[in-house]
Structures are given as structure tokens and as C-alpha cells.
């Protein structure tokens, strides 16, 4: 009896890791002379909007449960 396993392990290959690679790419190879700051921009940039969207969402569920919305 044969049993077909599938491994599927993700590395976060979305937009973000692909800009990072990209730009260190760019920056090891001495093709842009940015900061490492912008290097790095597509990964901690993803995490202020995801701390942006809980915030704003956070507070909204306040303000509803304040008014009696929900």
C-alpha cells in the first residue's frame, strides 16, 4: 500500500520578499547606492501596514462597541 505525501512548506515568496531580494540583489552588485534602509523597506514596510490595519481596526470595533453598534 503505497501513501502519497505532500510537503508543502512555504517561504513567503509574495511581493515583499521578492522586492527585498531584488533591491539586495541590486545593492551587493553595487547597481543602486541606496540606504539599507530602502533595502530592507518591503520587509518592515509590510509589518507598519499590518500594525496599521490592526490599529484601525481596533479602534473601529471601540468606537462601535462605544456607540452601541454592535
Known sequence: MA?????NIGFGSGLPTMLF???LILKLTKVISWSWWW???PIWGSFVILIFILFVGGFILLWGKHHGKW
Open 3 to 7: 501513501t502519497n505525501v505532500n510537503w
Open 21 to 23: 531580494i531584488t533591491f
Open 39 to 41: 533595502v530592507f523597506a
